[in-house]
């Protein structure tokens, strides 16, 4: 339902672009949540954005570094993750729920989203 798409190789300090789409459906009505799996940790989430555009949020982690927004023209919620570090490795999933015009009131855990992406690995090396 949802397709993550930019995951690759970066070199610590490099820039990456991630995107997520819904194929079959306008995501203009849905808050998006970034999350992303590192090697053997739990599933971490990052960045947050409420329904169009209305407000984002962002872990501590990848505060000032990753930025979130969504383009209703491409209906895609993209990523921008800036400054990257070998510690942003991981594999990172997208995720969705519909907000029927509510807002997002703050960062959210995994269990709050209903469709999820396949994911898209990032790795940072030099």
């Known amino acids: 339902q949802l397709v993550e798409t930019g995951g690759d190789l970066a070199q610590p300090g490099g820039h990456l672009r991630l995107s997520c789409t819904a194929p079959k459906f306008g995501l203009d009505d849905y808050h998006v949540g970034w999350f992303r799996e590192a090697p053997g940790k739990e599933r971490e989430g990052i960045s947050w954005?409420?329904?169009?555009?209305?407000?984002?949020y962002s872990a501590d982690s990848v505060k000032g570094r990753f930025f979130i927004a969504f383009d209703p023209s491409r209906n895609t919620v993209f990523l921008d993750m800036f400054q990257l570090k070998p510690e942003d490795t991981g594999v990172y999933y997208c995720a969705a729920k519909k907000a029927f015009g509510k807002r997002l009131g703050g960062p959210q855990s995994p269990s709050f989203f209903r469709m999820w992406g396949q994911g898209t690995r990032v790795t940072v090396s030099s």
């Open positions: 954005l409420s329904s169009s555009n209305q407000a984002d």
